[in-house]
């Protein structure tokens, strides 16, 4: 295709800093002028943007406030100065319609989904700058994430989304990435609380129930038909994310199937839960030893009954024998 300066604007990445605040920008596509990606084959871009694909804007991090690697779109206008073997174009002067362009997206290593949860713990970054972004994996979108000091976490509310990648709505370059708009269309909701931040999300919940929460969780079990009423039905985001968070909880909570190490780990969190939970037991066992003292005492009532049957049963053998023996003596006499 023929590229028109007057109507396709350019977006490059800022690939370079040289000399005096000068940039060489490598040219990765063209805009219509409806704003529509256009891409270009390496063999197209260089033969629009001679000699290698580039321009050249001497100054330009002196005029504009972008850094290395940022995607911009732009216009540009030949440069009349440029000697034989230099780039044949430049910014426009005076109006060069200069922006950020695309959405921020890093490519993504250790990415896992479990079920309807992820642990974003293994997640590794080759690019650690703090900011927020969509990560990228081989068959995901996955967002959206945030960078701070050097770890991944979710951009809101401890849950994210993910999305199937289309090639289509990405730019890559030199290990760079880039979304040409945000994510849209069907969607999985992940919870990604580790396992601390659930005990506590949990333990928040039942708090709003009864203060009392966890002899409520521990007795009356009312809990797995009253929380959902907490939930917020004007976020469909969070309503998934919290129904996500309830199955986990009820998986951990029940009492018959909680690990020993799980119970430490519930008990330990809190100190008022320590002692609700060690009254629980207290209570239970004390009332295991009010049914045995119950089941003992009928049992030895039983037993008496039975002694005092099978006495009165040898009384009245021993009298009936008695009474017979008699009866044969007068006989005899």
């Known amino acids: 295709m023929e590229f028109d300066e007057s109507v396709n604007k350019v977006i490059g990445k800022?690939?370079?800093?040289?000399?005096?605040k000068n940039a060489r920008i490598k040219i990765i596509a063209l805009l219509s002028e409806k704003e529509q990606l256009i891409r270009l084959s390496e063999d197209e871009i260089k033969t629009m943007f001679p000699p290698n694909g580039y321009i050249f804007e001497p100054g330009f991090f002196y005029n504009y406030k972008y850094n290395l690697d940022d995607f911009i779109s732009f216009r540009v206008e030949e440069n009349n100065r440029a000697s034989i073997g230099q780039d044949k174009f430049k910014l426009r002067y005076g109006s060069?319609?200069?922006?950020?362009?695309?959405?921020?997206?890093?490519?993504?290593?250790?990415?896992?989904?479990?079920d309807l949860a992820t642990n974003?713990?293994?997640?590794?970054?080759?690019?650690?700058?703090?900011?927020?972004?969509?990560?990228?994996?081989?068959?995901?979108?996955?967002?959206?994430?945030?960078?701070?000091?050097?770890k991944v976490e979710p951009a809101l509310h401890h849950r994210i989304q993910i999305w199937v990648l289309e090639d289509d709505n990405l730019i890559r370059v030199d290990g760079k990435y880039r979304l040409i708009k945000e994510p849209k269309g069907e969607s999985i909701i992940l919870d990604c609380m580790d396992e601390k931040q659930l005990f506590e999300w949990f333990r928040n919940l039942l708090k709003q129930i009864q203060p009392d929460y966890v002899d409520l969780l521990d007795k009356n079990r009312s809990w797995r038909t009253e929380l959902p009423n907490l939930f917020s039905v004007t976020d469909k985001e969070k309503l998934e994310a919290d129904k996500i968070r309830l199955k986990r909880i009820e998986e951990k909570f029940d009492l018959l199937e909680l690990s020993r190490n799980d119970i430490k780990t519930l008990v330990d969190s809190s100190e008022n839960l320590k002692v609700v939970f060690e009254k629980c037991l207290n209570n239970q066992k004390d009332e295991f030893k009010e049914n045995y003292a119950d089941e003992l005492s009928q049992y030895k009532s039983e037993i008496e009954q039975q002694k005092k049957e099978i006495e009165a049963e040898i009384k009245r053998i021993q009298y009936n024998t008695t009474a017979n023996l008699d009866h044969w003596v007068n006989l005899i006499k």
């Open 14 to 20: 800022i690939d370079k800093e040289l000399g005096d």
């Open 96 to 114: 060069p319609d200069l922006n950020s362009f695309g959405i921020n997206a890093r490519e993504i290593n250790g990415f896992k989904k479990n």
């Open 120 to 150: 974003l713990n293994s997640i590794s970054l080759g690019d650690k700058t703090d900011g927020s972004f969509y990560g990228i994996t081989d068959k995901y979108i996955v967002g959206k994430l945030r960078c701070k000091n050097g």
